[in-house]
DNA sequence: TGTTTTATTAACACTATGTCAATAAAATAG
DNA sequence: CTATTTTATTGACATAGTGTTAATAAAACA
């Protein structure tokens, strides 16, 4: 407890009051190029110019909500990645079921520029620690773990971007499938 | 000769002359949403009201951007597509050079979302004429056309992403290299 | 309970938006 | 080559959004 300087109870509920307005806004109205200062702060019955002691900008916001969605995340797939006998494909699942129970906003914050790098970075880790797992060198495969990463991305992004119109399970299926 | 409404040249040019404006803007600054209309005309050298009677608005702008983009590569891949002894790796090696070609404006449009939709719908175009020529009948294959170009699309953004690091001819390999 | 700390606010100057009636200039018919 | 039509261009206007500051209010905690 050096640095770690206590945050006043006021601080942390405006700021939670200003992340919760602005899910829900995106989720009436998927178009975040409409968003204003303005619309958030009134949503979130709050002044425009405490908005601006919390954030930066609305872009700020944003990545501070990505962040605390994959914060979410992983502590949520940690005790996955504990259990040894779990196989790719079930890991997969509960990592996709976490997208398609918040897809709603997901589908939005995609379009968010931190939100691919954050995610590209989960999924590359993630790879990894599986791969240690099974005893994998990843340095001697022949396809690297970037390009990997990408890929399954690409296909969570397809995914979320057309409604999830199909179930976890395909889809974990179906990139089990590409690295046969 | 119906109903092709013959555009004024006026129109044309000053339409030309927002989108080259908005290409320059942004491969100065790659941020897309500090864009302002005004800025957009000021640097066209026409006036703010001109551009909102060639365009809704930015993201109209862009879109039309993209869509340009995207004939010019359509119409330079033609004739490679009808070169039946050239193989998938030259196809889309021929493609990713485009790509390269053109790395810094569309390393910021990929932000825009018109153009993952507009790019995966060419991908998968490309990907079926492609099966096509090689005799593959592909409502047959385990993995549909939607998930392969999504991949393809996913490595394609990080490569552009982090600033094109890797020639073509890798960034090929490693996607032929995917789908062995 | 009193004092300090810090969050909140209204107000200000500034920039950006979208539209319209008036104007200018290019296109094309005679 | 000129007259007339067509349509692109413009300045001006009302409205909305931005980012900051000095004054105020209210929680925190000693």
Redesign the interface.
């Known amino acids: 407890m050096t640095t770690q300087k206590k945050q006043d109870p006021r601080s942390i509920r405006s700021k939670r009051a200003f992340k919760e307005a602005v899910v829900e806004i995106l989720i009436e109205n998927p178009d975040i190029?409409k968003l204003t200062v303005q619309k958030i702060a009134k949503r979130a019955e709050l002044n425009r110019a405490t908005f601006y002691l919390h954030f930066l900008d609305?872009?700020d916001l944003l990545k501070q909500v990505v962040y605390d969605i994959f914060d979410d995340l992983l502590s949520k797939m940690s005790p996955t990645l504990q259990i040894d006998n779990l196989n790719n494909q079930e890991q997969l699942i509960t990592f996709l079921d976490y997208f398609y129970k918040h897809r709603k906003i997901l589908a939005v914050l995609f379009?968010h520029?931190g939100f691919?790098?954050k995610m590209?970075m989960t999924l590359k880790d993630l790879i990894v620690i599986q791969r240690k797992s099974e005893g994998v060198d990843s340095t001697n495969t022949?396809?690297?773990m970037?390009?990997l990463?990408?890929?399954?991305?690409?296909?969570i992004?397809?995914?979320l971007?057309n409604g999830v119109h199909f179930s976890s399970e395909y889809i974990a299926s179906?990139i089990i499938?590409?690295?046969r």
Chains 1, 2 share one sequence.
Do not use: C, F, V
Request: proline residues 4%; without cysteine.
């Open positions: 190029s609305i872009n379009e520029p691919n790098k590209h022949t396809l690297s970037d390009i990463a990408s890929s399954i991305l690409g296909i992004m397809w995914w971007r179906q499938e590409l690295y």
